[in-house]
Protein backbone atom coordinates (compact mmCIF):
# COMPACT_ATOMS: atom_id res chain seq x y z
CA UNK A 1 0.00 0.00 0.00
CA UNK A 2 0.87 3.34 -0.14
CA UNK A 3 3.80 4.47 2.33
CA UNK A 4 5.85 7.54 3.49
CA UNK A 5 8.76 6.90 5.10
CA UNK A 6 10.78 9.71 7.15
CA UNK A 7 14.38 10.24 8.40
CA UNK A 8 15.90 10.80 10.72
CA UNK A 9 13.59 9.59 13.58
CA UNK A 10 15.63 11.45 16.05
CA UNK A 11 17.75 15.08 15.16
CA UNK A 12 20.02 17.40 17.55
CA UNK A 13 21.70 19.98 16.42
CA UNK A 14 23.58 22.78 18.19
CA UNK A 15 21.64 26.16 18.17
CA UNK A 16 22.10 28.07 14.55
CA UNK A 17 23.21 24.96 12.38
CA UNK A 18 20.84 23.84 9.77
CA UNK A 19 18.62 20.73 10.51
CA UNK A 20 17.18 18.50 7.46
CA UNK A 21 14.66 15.86 7.26
CA UNK A 22 13.76 13.69 4.19
CA UNK A 23 11.02 11.80 3.36
CA UNK A 24 10.13 9.22 0.65
CA UNK A 25 6.90 8.40 -0.40
CA UNK A 26 5.43 5.34 -2.85
CA UNK A 27 2.85 6.83 -4.60
CA UNK A 28 3.49 8.15 -7.79
CA UNK A 29 0.12 10.17 -8.10
CA UNK A 30 0.76 12.25 -4.84
CA UNK A 31 1.06 15.81 -5.51
CA UNK A 32 0.81 17.47 -2.40
CA UNK A 33 3.27 17.19 0.34
CA UNK A 34 2.27 18.76 3.51
CA UNK A 35 5.09 19.60 6.67
CA UNK A 36 3.55 19.80 10.21
CA UNK A 37 5.63 20.43 13.80
CA UNK A 38 3.79 19.12 16.69
CA UNK A 39 5.40 20.72 20.08
CA UNK A 40 4.92 19.06 23.56
CA UNK A 41 1.45 17.98 24.47
CA UNK A 42 0.03 19.97 21.58
CA UNK A 43 -1.61 19.47 18.28
CA UNK A 44 0.10 19.25 14.74
CA UNK A 45 0.25 22.66 12.91
CA UNK A 46 1.01 23.56 9.42
CA UNK A 47 4.38 25.21 8.53
CA UNK A 48 4.99 24.90 5.06
CA UNK A 49 3.85 22.90 1.78
CA UNK A 50 4.99 22.07 -1.85
CA UNK A 51 2.95 21.35 -5.10
CA UNK A 52 4.28 18.67 -7.40
CA UNK A 53 4.54 21.44 -10.37
CA UNK A 54 7.27 23.25 -7.62
CA UNK A 55 10.55 21.82 -6.87
CA UNK A 56 11.25 24.41 -3.53
CA UNK A 57 8.94 26.92 -2.00
CA UNK A 58 10.83 28.84 1.20
CA UNK A 59 9.46 30.84 4.13
CA UNK A 60 11.69 32.84 6.38
CA UNK A 61 14.18 29.95 8.12
CA UNK A 62 12.22 27.05 6.66
CA UNK A 63 12.51 25.58 2.79
CA UNK A 64 11.08 22.48 1.49
CA UNK A 65 12.14 20.70 -1.76
CA UNK A 66 10.85 18.01 -3.72
CA UNK A 67 11.94 15.66 -6.37
CA UNK A 68 9.21 14.01 -7.79
CA UNK A 69 11.85 11.44 -10.16
CA UNK A 70 12.89 9.95 -6.96
CA UNK A 71 9.89 10.70 -5.02
CA UNK A 72 11.83 12.60 -2.42
CA UNK A 73 10.82 15.62 0.07
CA UNK A 74 12.88 17.25 2.55
CA UNK A 75 12.77 20.01 4.86
CA UNK A 76 15.16 22.14 5.58
CA UNK A 77 15.69 24.35 8.94
CA UNK A 78 18.21 26.66 8.79
CA UNK A 79 19.80 29.10 12.33
CA UNK A 80 17.54 26.60 13.81
CA UNK A 81 16.35 28.03 17.54
CA UNK A 82 15.44 25.90 20.73
CA UNK A 83 11.57 26.96 19.86
CA UNK A 84 12.55 24.98 16.98
CA UNK A 85 12.55 21.87 18.90
CA UNK A 86 9.49 19.70 18.16
CA UNK A 87 8.13 16.80 16.57
CA UNK A 88 7.70 17.23 12.60
CA UNK A 89 5.85 15.14 10.41
CA UNK A 90 6.19 14.62 6.42
CA UNK A 91 2.80 13.97 4.64
CA UNK A 92 1.75 12.96 0.94
CA UNK A 93 -1.45 13.62 -0.33
CA UNK A 94 -3.21 10.06 -1.75
CA UNK A 95 -6.58 10.26 -3.34
CA UNK A 96 -8.48 13.57 -3.71
CA UNK A 97 -8.02 14.34 0.12
CA UNK A 98 -6.28 11.28 2.30
CA UNK A 99 -2.81 12.04 3.17
CA UNK A 100 -0.03 10.00 4.14
CA UNK A 101 2.17 10.53 7.39
CA UNK A 102 5.87 9.79 8.13
CA UNK A 103 6.77 8.37 11.38
CA UNK A 104 7.72 11.80 12.75
CA UNK A 105 11.25 13.28 13.26
CA UNK A 106 12.38 14.67 16.77
CA UNK A 107 14.23 17.75 16.71
CA UNK A 108 16.11 19.05 19.33
CA UNK A 109 17.70 21.98 19.21
CA UNK A 110 20.35 22.55 22.15
CA UNK A 111 21.28 25.88 23.54
CA UNK B 1 -8.16 28.16 19.20
CA UNK B 2 -7.37 27.07 15.66
CA UNK B 3 -11.22 26.86 14.89
CA UNK B 4 -11.34 22.44 15.36
CA UNK B 5 -12.29 22.27 19.14
CA UNK B 6 -12.02 18.68 20.71
CA UNK B 7 -13.38 17.52 23.79
CA UNK B 8 -13.17 15.79 26.24
CA UNK B 9 -9.14 16.57 25.83
CA UNK B 10 -8.36 13.69 28.93
CA UNK B 11 -10.77 10.65 29.20
CA UNK B 12 -10.20 7.77 31.22
CA UNK B 13 -12.24 4.53 30.49
CA UNK B 14 -13.12 0.96 31.68
CA UNK B 15 -12.84 -1.35 29.16
CA UNK B 16 -16.71 -2.03 29.54
CA UNK B 17 -17.43 1.44 29.50
CA UNK B 18 -19.20 3.61 26.44
CA UNK B 19 -17.87 7.07 25.46
CA UNK B 20 -18.06 9.57 23.04
CA UNK B 21 -15.44 12.13 21.89
CA UNK B 22 -16.68 15.04 20.04
CA UNK B 23 -15.03 17.88 17.14
CA UNK B 24 -16.36 20.75 16.25
CA UNK B 25 -14.78 22.67 13.26
CA UNK B 26 -15.96 26.68 12.79
CA UNK B 27 -13.98 26.75 9.32
CA UNK B 28 -16.49 25.90 6.56
CA UNK B 29 -14.88 22.85 5.92
CA UNK B 30 -15.87 20.07 3.95
CA UNK B 31 -14.21 17.16 5.27
CA UNK B 32 -13.31 15.65 8.37
CA UNK B 33 -10.94 13.08 9.62
CA UNK B 34 -10.25 11.14 12.73
CA UNK B 35 -6.77 10.15 13.75
CA UNK B 36 -5.16 8.21 16.10
CA UNK B 37 -1.51 8.91 17.34
CA UNK B 38 0.36 6.29 19.37
CA UNK B 39 4.23 6.03 20.53
CA UNK B 40 6.71 5.86 17.78
CA UNK B 41 3.66 5.45 15.05
CA UNK B 42 2.67 7.46 12.47
CA UNK B 43 -0.58 8.89 12.47
CA UNK B 44 -2.88 6.70 11.42
CA UNK B 45 -6.25 7.57 9.47
CA UNK B 46 -8.92 5.96 10.64
CA UNK B 47 -12.01 7.73 9.01
CA UNK B 48 -12.58 10.12 6.16
CA UNK B 49 -15.94 12.11 6.24
CA UNK B 50 -16.80 14.28 2.87
CA UNK B 51 -19.85 16.28 2.93
CA UNK B 52 -21.17 14.20 5.33
CA UNK B 53 -20.87 10.72 3.99
CA UNK B 54 -18.01 8.59 5.43
CA UNK B 55 -15.93 7.67 2.20
CA UNK B 56 -12.89 5.67 3.87
CA UNK B 57 -12.99 2.96 7.06
CA UNK B 58 -9.54 2.62 7.30
CA UNK B 59 -9.70 -0.92 8.42
CA UNK B 60 -11.11 0.08 12.20
CA UNK B 61 -12.31 -2.21 14.58
CA UNK B 62 -16.04 -2.29 15.01
CA UNK B 63 -15.50 -1.29 18.87
CA UNK B 64 -14.77 2.43 17.38
CA UNK B 65 -18.24 3.77 15.79
CA UNK B 66 -18.06 7.30 14.02
CA UNK B 67 -21.12 9.48 13.58
CA UNK B 68 -21.04 12.64 11.16
CA UNK B 69 -24.68 14.41 11.79
CA UNK B 70 -23.62 17.54 9.80
CA UNK B 71 -20.40 18.92 8.10
CA UNK B 72 -19.14 20.78 11.51
CA UNK B 73 -19.44 18.22 14.05
CA UNK B 74 -17.57 14.75 14.19
CA UNK B 75 -18.11 11.55 17.04
CA UNK B 76 -16.53 8.80 17.74
CA UNK B 77 -18.52 6.32 19.74
CA UNK B 78 -16.39 4.24 21.95
CA UNK B 79 -17.49 0.78 23.65
CA UNK B 80 -15.21 -2.49 24.84
CA UNK B 81 -12.35 -1.15 24.00
CA UNK B 82 -8.74 -2.86 24.89
CA UNK B 83 -5.62 -1.75 26.37
CA UNK B 84 -4.00 -1.09 23.54
CA UNK B 85 -6.57 0.92 21.97
CA UNK B 86 -5.35 3.97 24.19
CA UNK B 87 -3.77 7.14 22.01
CA UNK B 88 -4.28 10.70 21.55
CA UNK B 89 -7.01 11.07 18.98
CA UNK B 90 -6.76 13.51 17.00
CA UNK B 91 -9.77 15.42 14.69
CA UNK B 92 -8.72 17.59 11.77
CA UNK B 93 -10.43 19.24 9.03
CA UNK B 94 -10.23 20.17 5.59
CA UNK B 95 -11.53 21.94 2.70
CA UNK B 96 -12.10 19.87 -0.33
CA UNK B 97 -11.93 20.78 -3.52
CA UNK B 98 -10.18 24.25 -5.32
CA UNK B 99 -6.43 22.48 -4.84
CA UNK B 100 -5.35 20.67 -1.74
CA UNK B 101 -4.75 22.28 1.20
CA UNK B 102 -3.23 20.87 4.85
CA UNK B 103 -5.80 20.07 7.65
CA UNK B 104 -6.28 21.67 10.83
CA UNK B 105 -6.30 19.97 13.57
CA UNK B 106 -8.06 19.82 16.93
CA UNK B 107 -5.64 19.52 20.38
CA UNK B 108 -6.94 15.91 20.61
CA UNK B 109 -8.07 13.56 23.46
CA UNK B 110 -5.79 11.69 25.16
CA UNK B 111 -7.43 8.25 25.86
CA UNK B 112 -6.82 5.85 28.16
CA UNK B 113 -8.22 2.48 28.58
CA UNK B 114 -7.78 0.81 32.18
Known amino acids: GENVEQHPSTLSVQEGDSAVIKCTYS??????FPWYKQELGKRPQLIID?????GEKKDQRIAVTLNKTAKHFSLHITETQPEDSAVYFC??????????FGTGTRLKVLA | ETGVTQTPRHLVMGMTNKKSLKCEQHLGHNAMYWYKQSAKKPLELMFVYNFKEQTENNSVPSRFSPECPNSSHLFLHLHTLQPEDSALYLCASSQVGGGAQGYTFGSGTRLTVV
Open chain 1, 50 to 54: IRSNV
Open chain 1, 91 to 100: ASQSGTYKYI
Open chain 1, 27 to 32: DSASNY
